[in-house]
């Protein structure tokens, strides 16, 4: 039987009809294919792992689960009234005699190093990277120092409060993470949304009403190092609450592209005293000054000296400066992230419609990425 060329365009695609099956069925639709090994065997085995997408438009069945995970870890979280257990379990004696064993392999590495006996040396970081793999299979936690950590010198910084930002009263930090009850049966939490300040008037779509004067570099800049600057906050916020406050987040960016932060806390805090925190918080960019552009476009660029293993200059051959240099030279910081003067609080009680819906909103995916 001969199809004619519209009876095959409408014949589904292999790899759809795989897709569209997946989605069906709720499993992930673009596994990765891991190759297994059996060390006793030597048997090799093909295992399907899930992408574990988080974007909908990637992986539905993925994005779904990942989503349903948030709901109920910010649901089960956020009105917590009982401290979480964290004691680690107690190292078991497989796991402390791994741990003699590293600290004597790190000595030996050391001398060796030290002693200028290379090759003894290549073999012990060898020994000392197996024995943390074998560490970790065990279920250990956390960093080991490195064999050779490079012993890099840090700029002293001045730690001296900037003298724009108020002040903060300081309280120890208490190990308590559960906020108080109110009236025997209350326990508060909050839902927070923190934003950045204004660079110029934006009309309804969010771009500037004048592209002249709207503070497109500081937009830019505040944006790259939002993320330092909710860090900074939550240190604030834990020093003048004394508790160590938990918190589920979410960062979006608004209509104008700038970053804002949606938040559920754990515990309630008054709405002064987060306006005080957000005001008082700011974080100090010690890079070197990148006002101006050394190199124009269309003018020949830095090029990459194998044998200096650095960038030169096109004309001079003059090695650029390095990061390292440019950075010990700082004595002022080139960008200073601040909020915007808005801050939205709110208190909610758990199992509430109302904290359901803020659930809602720290869960979504609004604004999708392309691939
Ligand atoms: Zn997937």
């Not at 050779?148 to 012993?151: E, F, V």
């Not at 070197?288 to 050394?294: A, C, G, K, S, Y």
């Not at 700082?330 to 910081?333: A, G, L, R, S």
């Given at each position: 039987m001969t199809e004619t060329r519209a009876e095959r365009m409408r014949i589904p695609l292999a790899a759809d009809i795989v897709q569209a099956t997946a989605e069906q069925h709720g499993v992930c639709v673009r596994p990765f294919t891991m190759e297994v090994g059996d060390?006793?065997?030597g048997e090799l085995q093909y295992v399907a792992v899930p992408c574990?997408?988080?974007v909908k438009s990637v992986c539905g069945p993925c994005a779904r689960k990942a989503r349903a995970l948030r709901i109920t870890q910010c649901r089960e979280g956020w009105h917590l009234v009982d401290e979480p257990d964290f004691t680690p379990d107690e190292a078991t004696t497989d796991q402390k005699a791994l741990l003699e064993l590293r600290a004597d392999l790190f000595t030996a590495y050391k001398q060796a190093v030290a002693g200028g006996q290379l090759d003894e040396a290549d073999e012990l970081r060898e020994e000392i990277t197996k024995t943390d793999e074998e560490l970790r299979q065990l279920g250990m936690r956390g960093r080991l120092p490195s064999p050779?950590?490079?012993?890099k010198k840090t700029v002293k910084r001045s730690t001296k409060r900037r003298q724009d930002a108020p002040d903060l009263p300081r309280r120890k930090i208490d190990k308590r993470t559960v906020g108080r009850e109110y009236a025997g049966k209350y326990r508060p939490s909050m839902f927070v949304t923190l934003t950045l300040d204004t660079y110029g008037r934006v009309q309804e779509d969010g771009t500037p009403v004048n592209p002249n004067t709207y503070d497109y570099r500081r937009a830019a800049r505040d944006a790259v190092h939002f993320s330092s600057l909710v860090d900074r906050w939550w240190q604030n916020l834990r020093r003048v609450v004394g508790w160590d406050v938990q918190y589920f987040a979410t960062v979006e960016p608004q209509k104008r592209a700038a970053p804002h932060l949606h938040t559920a806390i754990r515990g309630s805090v008054p709405h002064e005293l987060l306006k005080l925190v957000t005001a008082a918080t700011y974080h100090q960019v010690w890079w070197?000054?990148?006002?101006?552009?050394?190199y124009q476009d269309g003018e020949p660029l830095p090029v990459w000296d194998s044998q200096l293993a650095a960038f030169v200059d096109p004309t001079t051959r003059v090695p650029l400066r390095s990061w390292d240099q440019a950075v010990h030279e700082?004595?002022?910081?080139a960008h200073v992230v601040r909020y915007g003067v808005q801050v939205h609080s709110k208190g909610l009680l758990g199992g509430t419609e109302e904290a359901g819906r803020h659930i809602g909103y720290l869960t979504n995916v609004p604004h999708e990425v392309d691939r």
């Open positions: 060390p006793d065997t574990g997408s988080t050779d950590a490079p012993a070197p000054n990148h006002n101006e552009r050394v700082v004595d002022e910081p």
